[in-house]
C-alpha cells in the first residue's frame, strides 16, 4: 500500500498468474458499456499467451453469444472462452449422471446443449430422474405439474439448478425473476430440496474451468465485482480472487465486510491486474 496514501483501500497483485477468470456484467461491461481498462487488460493478457476465461451464471444465452457481445464490444473472444451454467450443468450430467433422463425447466441454449451431448429427456414424470430448474421466460402450471409428478408423486426424480439467483438485474434498475423462482415454486410444492447448483458461487463453476484449462487453482486469479459470488466461489475453490469496485461492491460494502469474505487483491479498474511494472 502506497504509504502517501494511508486510506487507500486498493491492493493490486504485483506478479502474472498464468490463467485469468473473469465475471462479466460489472466487471468487463455494464450492459453494453465495456468498462475501463478491460481491452487494455485483455489484449495485454493475450500478448503474454495467459489463458483467459469469462463466466456467467446466466443459461438463457450460449457460450457463442457471449464470445459474439464481447467480441462486438472490441474483446475478440472465442465459444470455447466463455463458461456459463449451460457448460456446466451439460459437464456436470455428463461426469455425474450420464445416463439419467432430466427434465430441463428452461430456455432453448441448456435443451440444445443437453441434445447435443446425448443427454436424454423427457416430460414424462414417470421417467424423469432429475429435474433442473433453471432461468425460463415460458414457465407455466404444465412445467410445475411435471416437475411435481416426477418428485412426488412417483418419488424419483431430484431437483438440481443451474444457478440460485433470485432475479437477473436489467438496465434502468429493473430485473427479472430468474432460476431461484422456479426452484422455489418446485420446492414448495413437493417439499423437496434443491441438491446441487452448478452456477456461482459454487466451486463446480470453478472446477470445470480448471478442467478445461489444465491448470491448478493457484495458477489462477478470479476477478468479479460480487463478494457473494465471484470472491466467495475462489475462496471455495483455494483460487486467488480480486474484486473490482466498478459493480456491485462499493468502498463502503468492503469495508464492513469480515476478512473471511475478502478477496487478495481490491482494484478500482480491472487493468489494475497488470503488475505495476507494465503500466
Ligand atoms: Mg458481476
Redesign the pocket.
Known amino acids: 500500500m502506497n504509504e502517501t496514501e494511508p486510506s487507500c483501500i486498493f491492493v493490486c497483485p504485483d506478479r502474472l498468474y498464468e490463467g485469468y477468470v473473469f465475471?462479466?456484467?460489472?466487471?468487463i461491461y455494464l450492459g453494453e458499456n465495456r468498462l475501463p481498462g478491460a481491452k487494455r487488460l485483455v489484449e495485454k493478457l493475450r500478448e503474454l499467451s495467459k489463458k483467459v476465461v469469462f463466466l456467467s451464471n446466466n443459461p438463457t444465452k450460449d457460450p457463442k453469444m457471449y464470445a459474439e457481445k464481447l467480441t462486438r464490444l472490441g474483446l475478440p473472444t472465442s465459444e470455447d472462452e466463455v463458461v456459463n451454467t449451460v457448460v456446466t450443468m451439460t459437464r456436470w450430467l455428463l461426469q455425474n449422471h450420464p445416463e439419467a433422463t432430466v427434465f430441463p425447466i428452461s430456455e432453448e441454449p441448456l435443451k440444445r446443449s443437453l441434445r447435443e451431448a446425448g443427454i436424454r429427456m423427457s416430460e414424462r414424470a414417470e421417467e424423469i430422474d432429475i429435474v433442473i430448474a433453471s432461468y425460463d421466460r415460458r414457465f407455466e402450471y404444465r412445467k410445475l405439474q411435471i416437475a411435481f409428478d416426477a418428485i412426488w408423486l412417483h418419488k424419483r426424480a431430484r431437483l438440481v439448478t443451474t444457478n440460485p439467483d433470485p432475479y437477473c438485474p436489467l438496465p434502468g434498475g429493473r430485473g427479472e425473476p430468474d432460476a431461484a423462482a422456479i426452484v422455489g415454486a418446485i420446492e414448495a410444492c413437493t417439499g423437496a430440496r434443491c441438491e446441487v447448483n452448478v452456477g456461482k458461487p459454487d466451486p463446480i463453476m470453478l472446477e470445470t474451468v480448471l478442467g478445461m484449462l489444465e491448470l491448478e487453482a493457484s495458477e489462477c486469479v478470479m476477478t468479479?465485482?460480487?463478494l457473494y459470488?465471484?470472491v466467495r466461489m475462489a475462496l471455495d475453490a483455494g483460487m486467488p480472487s480480486a474484486v473490482v469496485l466498478t459493480?456491485?461492491t462499493t468502498a463502503e460494502i468492503l469495508a464492513t465486510e469480515r476478512d473471511e469474505n475478502k478477496p487478495d487483491w481490491v482494484l478500482d479498474r480491472i487493468d489494475r491486474l497488470l503488475p505495476s511494472q507494465m503500466w
Open positions: 465475471d462479466l456484467d460489472g466487471t468479479g465485482d460480487r459470488t465471484d459493480g456491485e
